[in-house]
C-alpha cells in the first residue's frame, strides 16, 4: 500500500523558513515524478513544483520560483520542499504527490498518489 506523509508544517512569520518533508512507502518510485501542490481555503488545488525521483530534474510555478526548492533523498525514500522568503499568500495546506507521467506534470488529476497534507500559515 503506497503511502505519502507530509510532516514539517506550522505557523511562521512573512519572511521565514519552512521545510517540508514527504515519507514515501509501499513500492519502489523510480521512475515517478513527485510534486507538491497547496490548496488555499476556498481555492483550487495549485501546482507547486516537480522534481524526478531521480532528483536531477526540476520545475517550479512561477510564484515560488527562487524562493522554494524541491529536492529527494533517495536512501530515505523523502522528498522535501525548502520554503524562504515565506509570504502570507504561501498559506495553504501543502500536499505532496506522486504520478508514472513523463515531463513536467502540472495539472493535479493525473497524479496516482496524494498525501494527506500539511498546514503552513504565515503572518504578516
Known amino acids: 500500500q503506497v503511502q505519502l506523509v507530509e510532516s514539517g508544517g506550522g505557523l511562521v512569520q512573512a519572511g521565514g523558513s519552512l521545510r517540508l518533508s514527504c515519507a514515501a512507502s509501499?513500492?519502489?518510485?523510480?521512475?515517478?515524478?513527485m510534486a507538491w501542490f497547496r490548496q488555499a481555503p476556498g481555492k483550487e488545488r495549485d501546482f507547486v513544483c516537480t522534481?524526478?525521483?531521480?532528483?536531477?530534474?526540476?520545475y517550479y510555478a512561477d510564484s515560488v520560483k527562487g524562493r522554494f526548492t524541491i529536492s529527494t533523498d533517495n536512501a530515505k525514500n523523502t522528498v522535501y520542499l525548502q520554503m524562504n522568503g515565506l509570504k502570507p499568500e504561501d498559506t495553504a495546506v501543502y500536499y505532496c504527490?506522486?504520478?508514472?507521467?513523463?515531463?513536467?506534470?502540472?495539472?493535479?488529476?493525473?497524479?496516482?498518489?496524494w498525501g494527506q497534507g500539511t498546514q503552513v500559515t504565515v503572518s504578516s
Open positions: 509501499g513500492r519502489t518510485f523510480t521512475g515517478y515524478a
Open positions: 504527490a506522486a504520478t508514472t507521467g513523463i515531463g513536467f506534470v502540472t495539472r493535479p488529476e493525473v497524479y496516482d498518489y
Open positions: 522534481i524526478n525521483w531521480s532528483g536531477r530534474s526540476s
